[in-house]
T-cell receptor, first 115, second 113 residues
Framework: GENVEQHPSTLSVQEGDSAVIKCTYS??????FPWYKQELGKGPQLIIDIRSNVGEKKDQRIAVTLNKTAKHFSLHITETQPEDSAVYFC??????????????FGTGTQLKVEL | DAMVIQNPRYQVTQFGKPVTLSCSQTLNHNVMYWYQQKSSQAPKLLFHYYDKDFNNEADTPDNFQSRRPNTSFCFLDIRSPGLGDAAMYLC????????????FGPGTRLTVL
């Protein structure tokens, strides 16, 4: 089955700096890669996603890049703000018939944006 | 606003005492999921429904059962909770089989005494 690794497990940045979180996946059949933000005591919230036919996607201060050959994808947050502090999860979805809509999550990155 | 609702937000039960967690959705989505998330870990899929078609993950313990009486509601039953079942339980939905995006509820924090 799919295995998703995520690094780093914790990340501390100064307000206004950029933050980068990286994930690798094992199953070349995976074709959808979402990123979720989870604040303390809340459910994960989708912040951006990318499909395997696209190399990069951007939404304001957030961007995601995908390298299918290397099987890794990254989340980039620019001009970080204190409200960006949360746990971020990457995930991968296997698009092969029978894999269904199952998401395999990475282990999470605790991002702390310091004033 | 269309959303995924979980009740209760916090649930305390005793070791071995059955407990039921509930999830409802106003999105009219076909697919519903239950995840278990332990402290500082990633969500782990327990099972999911495509409409009424139930799909159990291979490593989900028999202690966990689920019911989906209609499109809007889904229940997670833990027949004999153990201390190791203390976790956040997350419900999520997808529009249909082809949809990628999953929408999560706020979760129910289960404590087992």
């Amino acid at each position: 089955g799919e295995n998703v690794e995520q690094h780093p497990s914790t990340l501390s940045v100064q307000e206004g700096d950029s933050a980068v979180i990286k994930c690798t996946y094992s199953d070349s059949a995976s074709n959808y890669f979402p990123w979720y933000k989870q604040e303390l005591g809340k459910g994960p919230q989708l912040i951006i996603d990318i499909r395997s036919n696209v190399g990069e996607k951007k939404d304001q201060r957030i961007a995601v890049t995908l390298n299918k050959t290397a099987k890794h994808f990254s989340l980039h947050i620019t001009e970080t703000q204190p409200e960006d502090s949360a746990v971020y999860f990457c995930a991968a979805r296997n698009g092969v018939t029978g894999g269904g809509n199952k998401l395999t999550f990475g282990t999470g990155t605790q991002l702390k944006v310091e004033l | 606003d269309a959303m995924v609702i979980q009740n209760p937000r916090y649930q305390v039960t005793q070791f071995g005492k059955p407990v039921t967690l509930s999830c409802s959705q106003t999105l009219n989505h076909n697919v519903m999921y239950w995840y278990q998330q332990k402290s500082s870990q990633a969500p782990k899929l327990l099972f999911h429904y495509y409409d009424k078609d139930f799909n159990n993950e291979a490593d989900t313990p028999d202690n966990f059962q689920s019911r989906r009486p209609n499109t809007s509601f889904c229940f997670l039953d833990i027949r004999s909770p153990g201390l190791g079942d203390a976790a956040m339980y997350l419900c999520a939905t997808s529009r249909d089989r082809a949809s990628h995006e999953q929408f999560f509820g706020p979760g129910t924090r289960l404590t087992v005494l």
